[in-house]
């Protein structure tokens, strides 16, 4: 990877940690929520030999607009379109409910581009890691079960997109509560 490609890389990461500096993750208060985007760029590029730059950057910067203040611009302007179009892509709508949101993720898994593919299947594995290790506290078993059946069906409309990952969510969904 060439210097060029791990600035870019580094940039992402510095600019999700700054985004996210305030944050932790639901099921783990200890755990500043910054380890979330980097797991999915590990489970990309770790666990499913991604090396596409613009797939990983995008993984580190996927829940900034969602999650933070952030604004399509600032990504755009701080990475360009491909990363910022892939960033959209994955990102929900908060002023919809929270079961539209959901509904719209299974609607729209089929249609993503082959990289936001790849941020969303990296998503719902680090999910579901999550969930089994260390569950949000008001969840309970039901709702846990229900989130890993939703993963199933958004992960339905992902399938094609890499056999390895999509093998790595089946691992981890059989491995269900």
Known sequence: MGTENLTILIAAAAFAADKHRNQRRKGD????????????????????????VQVLAAALLHDTIEDTATTAEEILE???ETIAGVVLEVTDDRRLSKAERKRLQVEHAPHLSPGAKL??????ICNLRDIRRAPPP????ERRREYFEWARCVVEGL???????????????????
């Not at 941020?119 to 719902?124: S, T």
């Not at 008001?138 to 078993?141: E, M, R």
């Not at 997109?161 to 969904?173: K, P, Q, V």
């Open 159 to 177: 399938r094609g997109a890499h056999g390895r990952l999509e093998a790595i969510f089946d691992a981890e969904y059989a491995e269900r509560p």
């Open 119 to 124: 941020v969303k299947l990296a998503d719902k």
């Open 29 to 52: 208060e200890a755990l500043p929520y910054i380890n979330h985007p980097i797991a999915l760029a590990h489970v990309l590029a770790g666990e499913g030999g991604i090396e596409d």
């Open 138 to 141: 008001d969840w309970s078993l």
């Open 78 to 80: 701080a990475f360009g």
